[in-house]
């Protein structure tokens, strides 16, 4: 059998035999990496996003001693943030 082929099945009675039967091979290896940076740059975001407007709502706290807006801010990123740190630090998953 040569690579990128499927072995020969049989079909079942009322199929036929398919002439060409795509196999994913070498073009598709850079899929996972591109996946993998896309999520680092997506969590990277979504943290520096959160420490930004967690940041400009603890000053505005600071300035006008109301601290609505800390808990604005994080009651809307804290999930949010919740999510990715279950995400990367929870329980490991075999992927392969």
């Known amino acids: 059998m040569t690579e990128g082929t499927t072995p020969n099945k ?5 199929q036929r035999i398919k002439p060409f039967q795509p196999a994913i091979g070498r ?22 996003a959160t420490i930004a407007g967690v940041l400009v709502a603890g000053g505005y ?23 990715l740190v279950a995400y990367y630090f929870g329980p490991q998953r075999d992927t392969g």
């Not at 706290?61 to 999510?83: C, D, E, F, Q």
């Open 10 to 14: 049989k079909p079942r009675s009322g």
């Open 61 to 83: 706290g600071l300035v006008t001693g109301k601290y609505m807006a800390v808990i604005g801010v994080w009651s809307v990123a804290g999930p949010i943030v919740g999510a």
């Open 27 to 48: 073009e598709f290896e850079g899929v996972q990496e591109i996946e993998a940076k896309t999520r680092d740059f997506l969590a990277r975001l979504i943290a520096s």
